[in-house]
């Protein structure tokens, strides 16, 4: 097996995007992507978020369950827990410091970056990174320790957002800037936090209520504009967000007060804008009618969408690789072909795929200098895992809200459904599978298949989209039989034993993906098995 894992990385080494910092700046190249949902903008009324966790992060996750303490006691803070490996147990943690713990914790999905509770509270987020002269390493919280307490301790976006900026008022932030997309069955909010300096281990926030019927981007770019802080139903913002920008000399006191401007000043390409290639290209597709140009200093921080989108539209968005745009990678890898009645067509070659490595770049632009263009897409090869979350108002708290998950990259890979009530995942969840190759981790069937058919994507590209949005439709589909076998066995048997068939339903449908992932990988080399 390992002689095999090593010939399938040797043979898609030219394949896989290099994240080498420089050609285009940290964090944009290795970074996360988050959409948002308004309930109104959604076709079925859920309210959603997002993430696509972008860059060396841990692959395993598991449910951490509810806690009821009789007594006081204290809750540990650590650094590293994005990077722990589940099987060797602390390893690469480290204590920070502790916080009161309160009486009760709810249930949370405990990814990388925690994303889910038994409450429908759901979270995305974004690197934003933000001006360095921000950021204090003496401040006690990361960020993923924020959304672990928030989660753990909320049942709604405005209570989570209200509970992280009090901790890091009282313990301050010692992490880059940060945006967290922050859902619940009700609304969805864009919270976007720094450091308060080098002088000071507080923080400084401000968060903007997404409209009922407008959808929202995150890319790794401070969006939030103007605040309006006497709408308090529409904005929140920490005490001291126009004091710490004057203070530093970010912002004089005279000109309109700009959050993004004030905390970042641009984007990672040094140009005065509140967006990049991800967030102009999402906005533009989802409401093409309002003409957004890239050339303008910011865009709304939220559209209205020309329809309404589903789950499924936001998982598909999750894919994007600009095919066809200005902006595709591949637009000028043609070949010619002749068919077997004489005529000849054009296509993109079958080698061309748009995850493309620094190399293969490289090479086809020494041979022509307009082959390929480097542009960071919506989809990448890198991702450790992603996110698509929605939360109903109409269901139970345990059936209504559903993470979609999917390990690798977005634009190959299944997604499977984990609901707010399950309460287990199955075991090669729980196997990190991003710093070393391992056969038991439930990444590693999705990654071998994934990354050896970017080889040759033309002749590959039919049956993995096809398996893609197999696994989408039939989640879809069963969700009605999920929802009401769910509301039957509550009333008969009570809320473990519905909970634990949602659990059996995640285990059985994780299963049945690996199994097709496997069985693609292995076709991928009967396929090219005597030379690519």
């Keep these: ?28 190249r290795v970074s996360c992507t988050s959409i948002m949902v308004g309930r109104k903008a959604s076709t079925d009324g859920s309210v959603m978020t997002s993430h696509t966790c972008d860059g060396n992060y841990r692959t395993w996750m598991d449910i951490v369950p509810a806690t009821n303490y009789d007594h006081d006691t204290t809750a540990v803070v650590v650094r590293g827990r994005m990077h722990t490996d589940h099987s060797r147990g602390a390893r690469g943690m480290k204590e920070a410091g502790v916080v009161p713990q309160p009486g009760k914790t709810y249930s949370f999905l405990n990814t990388a970056y925690p994303c889910l509770n038994e409450k429908q509270l759901a979270i995305g987020e974004t690197t934003i990174t933000g001006r360095r002269e921000l950021q204090n390493p003496n401040g006690l919280f990361m960020i993923e320790e924020l959304e672990r307490l928030a989660l753990q301790r909320c049942t709604t976006a405005r209570e989570a957002i209200r509970l992280m900026g009090d901790l890091v008022a ?70 001291n967000v126009y004091d ?8 004089d006191g005279k000109e309109p007060f700009k959050f993004w401007k004030a905390y970042a000043g641009g984007n990672y390409f040094g140009e005065p804008k509140s967006f990049s290639v991800r967030e102009y290209f999402l906005l533009n597709k989802m409401a093409p009618s309002l003409g957004l140009s890239y050339d303008a200093e910011e865009l709304p921080i939220s559209v209205k969408p020309d329809r309404q989108l589903s789950a499924a539209d936001v998982m598909e968005l999750l894919t994007e690789t600009y095919e066809g745009t200005d902006f595709d990678m591949t637009r000028n890898l043609k070949v010619t ?50 996110t698509v979350i929605q939360v109903r108002d109409w269901l139970p708290d345990a059936v209504g809200g559903v993470a979609w998950v999917a390990f690798d990259n977005p634009g190959q890979s299944p997604r499977v459904p984990v609901f707010a009530g399950t309460t287990d995942l199955p075991d090669s969840y729980k196997v990190d599978g991003q710093l070393r190759f391992d056969e038991n981790a439930a990444v590693w069937p999705i990654r071998r298949a ?31 039989y999920v929802e009401q076998r769910y509301a039957a066995i509550l009333a008969e ?3 473990e034993a519905a909970r634990e068939f949602l659990t059996g339903y995640t285990s059985d449908f994780a299963g049945a993906a690996a199994q097709r992932w496997t069985e693609l990988g292995n076709r991928v080399w009967s396929k090219f098995g005597r030379g690519f």
């Design 1 to 28: 097996m390992n002689r095999f894992i090593t010939l399938t990385l040797a043979l898609t080494a030219l394949t896989v995007q290099a994240q080498t910092p420089g050609e285009i700046p940290f964090p944009d």
């Design 337 to 386: 072909r002749k068919n077997r009645d004489g005529s000849i067509d054009t296509i993109t070659s079958p080698v061309a795929n748009p995850w493309m490595g620094r190399d293969m770049m490289n090479l086809l632009n020494a041979l022509d200098s307009t082959a390929v263009t480097n542009v960071r897409n919506v989809s990448v090869p890198q991702c450790a895992y992603s």
């Design 244 to 251: 710490v920008a004057r203070r530093m000399g970010f912002w």
């Design 493 to 495: 048997e009570g809320e």
């Design 450 to 480: 994934n990354k050896l058919a970017t080889v040759r994507w033309g002749d590959t590209r039919k049956d993995f989209e096809q398996a893609r949005r197999h696994f989408v439709e039939k989640g879809f589909n069963e969700l009605p």
């Design 170 to 239: 009282e313990y301050g932030y010692g992490d880059s800037g940060e945006c967290l997309t922050i859902a619940d069955p009700k609304e969805v909010w864009q919270f976007e936090i720094f450091g308060e300096g080098p002088d000071s281990i507080g923080a400084v926030w401000a968060a903007v209520r997404i409209p009922d019927d407008h959808v929202g981007v995150s890319a790794n770019i401070p969006r939030i504009s103007t605040l309006n802080l006497k709408d308090k139903d529409n904005y929140m913002a920490s005490a």
